[in-house]
Structure formats: structure tokens, C-alpha cells
């Protein structure tokens, strides 16, 4: 997956839809890549009153439904999906670390802020802090911010919902052990 910068906030958006086996799900995307992937029963991430919609098929979109379709058949999948995602230095410091994650492993928050604080030379870096930017993740599933759970190990929000959460989790899981 690339990661990229939106080179103009004003370029329209494009919205496609991907059933999945978890409910329907919507991606928004420009020309350089995948802009949203969320749950269309859920608020979406990216889209606000005023973006500029338009529908039609980019090369990312067929991308993502192809690194879907692999991922809901229980496979790990191979497609590479062209990311073009606005945050935050920070949110992106951390989406990079989701995206590092393991197919079929978990990592807890606070072992993300504890790898990011290292990162930056500091001595500490809050879990809550790091909380906040993977609630903020705008590409459900892709950037697989269902794979950090609570220091306990327990499910802690997911944007999909707890359910979606442990349902993509076992179904990793179940294609790891196979």
C-alpha cells in the first residue's frame, strides 16, 4: 500500500460500494488513491456536506474490491490499494504503524505509544493519544485498525462496531491456523 498526500482538497470525489459479508461497504477515492473505506450503515469518515461526489470506477476502487474479495475468502491478501489519506502527522505516524501490523496478530495501544515514543526519541507517549488516531483511521479494514485491542487484550471500539471487530479477528485468525 502507498500512502500519499491529496494534493487538493477541492478535486472531486469519487464513491463506490462493496458488498461484503459484514454489510455494505462505501470507498471514496481521487485520481492518486483510496480517500475512505467504512461501513455504509456508520457515519463516514471523509465525506462532509460540501465534498463534491461523483461515481464512477477508478483503478483504485478495482484495487480495493480486489484486496477485499481476497481478504473475505479467509486469504491474506496480495493487492497492493494506493492510499491517499489527509490527517494529521500524527494520525499518519500511526496509520503507518497499523499498517505494519501482522495479518492475524493483535497489538495493544499502549505498545503502539510505546514504539512511537521511542520512534521520536521521547520517553513516553500517552496509549489515548494513540487511541484517538486509530479511532480517526479513514480506510476501515485496509489499515487494519481492528488489530489493536485494549491493554488487557479485550475488544476497545472500532468505528464498525465491536462485533464487525471480532468477526474480521476470528476470520484472520481462523485463516492463520489453517
Same mark, same amino acid.
Given at each position: 500500500m502507498i500512502f500519499e498526500e491529496r494534493e487538493r482538497?477541492?478535486?472531486p470525489v469519487f464513491l463506490?460500494?462493496?458488498? /461484503? *459479508?459484514?454489510?455494505?461497504i462505501r470507498m471514496t477515492g481521487v485520481e492518486q488513491g483510496l480517500t475512505g473505506?467504512?461501513? @455504509?450503515? !456508520?457515519? /463516514? *469518515?471523509?465525506?462532509?456536506?460540501?465534498?463534491?461526489?461523483?461515481?464512477?470506477?477508478?483503478p483504485?476502487?478495482?484495487? @480495493?474490491? !480486489?484486496?477485499?474479495?481476497?481478504?473475505?475468502?479467509g486469504q491474506e491478501p496480495t493487492e497492493t490499494v494506493a492510499l491517499c489519506l489527509r490527517g494529521t502527522p500524527f494520525q499518519k505516524e500511526v496509520w503507518r504503524l497499523l499498517l505494519a501490523i501482522p495479518y492475524g496478530t493483535t497489538v495493544t495501544y499502549g505498545a503502539l505509544a510505546v514504539?512511537?515514543?521511542e520512534n521520536r526519541g521521547q520517553?513516553?507517549?500517552?496509549?489515548?493519544?494513540?487511541?484517538g488516531a486509530v479511532g480517526r483511521n479513514p480506510?476501515?479494514?485496509?489499515?487494519?485498525?481492528?488489530?489493536?485491542?485494549?491493554?488487557d487484550g479485550g475488544l476497545t471500539g472500532y468505528a464498525g462496531g465491536l462485533w464487525r471487530k471480532q468477526w474480521?479477528?476470528?476470520?484472520?485468525?481462523?485463516?492463520?491456523?489453517c
Open positions: 482538497a477541492e478535486e463506490a460500494r462493496y458488498d /461484503s *459479508p459484514l454489510g455494505e473505506l467504512w461501513f @455504509a450503515d !456508520r457515519n /463516514s *469518515p471523509v465525506l462532509s456536506p460540501e465534498t463534491p461526489i461523483r461515481t464512477g470506477e477508478l483504485v476502487f478495482r484495487q @480495493a474490491k !480486489r484486496w477485499l474479495d481476497q481478504y473475505f475468502s514504539e512511537i515514543a520517553k513516553e507517549l500517552s496509549p489515548q493519544a494513540v487511541g480506510v476501515s479494514i485496509l489499515v487494519p485498525c481492528h488489530r489493536v485491542v485494549g491493554a474480521l479477528l476470528n476470520l484472520e485468525n481462523k485463516a492463520k491456523n
